[in-house]
């Protein structure tokens, strides 16, 4: 991408957090989005005095988008202005179907901005979709350097849109003045060298290898009652007492994510996938489980 296509933030938070003051005015507006999903999106919204979260659940067992209730939420709901699409999707792991996110993009056309967050994306084989900015200006796709870069603290990330006068727009209007840190961006400019490139591509090699051996860990328990196929670097698992182990774990020093009274991941935990030897710390505490 040029750099007129970047809107530079802190973190792909902060871009949500823009997006939101953009587009969503409060007492009116509101977000489309398909929970179980990554859960700023409605937080942000909701921190808009008013607005409004339409929510079209995502299908199980597979988490795919249910197309046909998003384009009727779209035709009925004219005061939906950002539609948020995540794939891979947190907290289940999974990629969204192209397809069916061109189906949601071409839907939105003239109606509302749809944002693909593609925090992910680098764990996976897919595509990003910046190949189809120049198709769709109502498209803008969030990347960041906290996942796959292993540089969380960092905060920093990006909104990317095909369309430079929007992109203007974000950074006069959306963003703080001086948002960006001297020595996050100067951190950012190294981690792009090829020789980084090189370093962060073995570690996510690294990772993906110790999530399979945490997937074949997970599922021989005798504990566990589904683990997910995950493009992302967590795995979100179905435990018959999915709390009881977060709070065994919790106890030994060990925090996992309990998403086990969320709508469409009961009895789910997920876990982040570390080091090997945090893994195997993990993998000691369900045998004792
Ligand atoms: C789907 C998704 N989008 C965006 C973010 C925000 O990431 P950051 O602000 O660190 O770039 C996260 C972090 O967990 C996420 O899971």
């Given amino acids: 991408m040029k750099p007129e296509n970047l809107s530079i933030s802190r973190g792909a938070d902060e871009a949500i957090v823009v997006l939101t003051r953009l587009f969503v005015e409060p007492h009116k507006d509101a977000i489309l989005i398909t929970p179980p999903t990554f859960g700023m999106y409605k937080v942000d919204a909701l921190a808009m005095p008013a607005a409004n979260v339409v929510e079209v659940p995502l299908l199980k067992p597979s988490y795919q988008l249910d197309v046909p209730g998003m384009v009727t939420a779209l035709e009925n709901n004219t005061n939906i202005k950002l539609v948020y699409l995540t794939s891979p999707n947190n907290p289940t792991g999974n990629l969204l179907d192209e397809a069916?996110?061109?189906?949601?993009?071409?839907?939105?056309?003239?109606?509302?901005?749809?944002?693909?967050?593609?925090?992910?994306?680098?764990?996976?084989?897919?595509?990003?979709?910046?190949?189809?900015?120049?198709?769709?200006?109502?498209?803008?796709?969030?990347?960041?350097?906290?996942?796959?870069?292993?540089?969380?603290?960092?905060?920093?990330?990006?909104?990317?849109?095909?369309?430079?006068?929007?992109?203007?727009?974000?950074?006069?209007?959306?963003?703080?003045?001086?948002?960006?840190?001297?020595?996050?961006?100067q951190a950012a400019?190294?981690?792009?060298?090829?020789?980084?490139?090189?370093?962060?591509?073995?570690?996510?090699?690294?990772?993906?290898?110790?999530?399979?051996?945490?997937?074949?860990?997970?599922?021989?328990s005798p504990t566990v009652v589904n683990v997910y196929p995950s493009d992302a670097n967590f795995l979100?698992?179905?435990?018959?007492?999915?709390?009881?182990?977060?709070?065994?774990?919790?106890?030994?020093?060990?925090?996992?994510?309990?998403?086990?009274?969320?709508?469409?991941?009961?009895?789910?935990?997920?876990?982040?996938?570390?080091?090997?030897?945090?893994?195997?710390?993990l993998a000691a505490l369900l045998q004792k489980f």
Avoid: W
């Fill in 236 to 281: 979100l698992i179905e435990m018959k007492n999915a709390k009881g182990f977060c709070d065994h774990c919790g106890a030994n020093g060990v925090i996992l994510r309990d998403f086990s009274t969320y709508p469409g991941t009961e009895n789910c935990v997920r876990i982040s996938i570390g080091t090997p030897a945090e893994n195997g710390k």
């Fill in 100 to 185: 069916d996110i061109l189906a949601i993009i071409e839907a939105a056309e003239g109606k509302a901005m749809v944002v693909v967050d593609e925090t992910y994306i680098e764990f996976t084989n897919r595509a990003s979709l910046t190949t189809r900015l120049q198709d769709f200006p109502h498209l803008i796709i969030l990347r960041t350097l906290s996942k796959s870069f292993s540089l969380a603290g960092l905060r920093m990330g990006c909104a990317i849109s095909g369309d430079a006068d929007f992109v203007a727009l974000m950074r006069a209007k959306g963003l703080d003045a001086y948002p960006l840190p001297v020595a996050s961006v």
């Fill in 189 to 220: 400019l190294k981690v792009c060298e090829p020789g980084m490139q090189k370093l962060a591509a073995e570690n996510r090699r690294k990772l993906l290898d110790e999530r399979a051996r945490m997937e074949a860990v997970f599922k021989a």
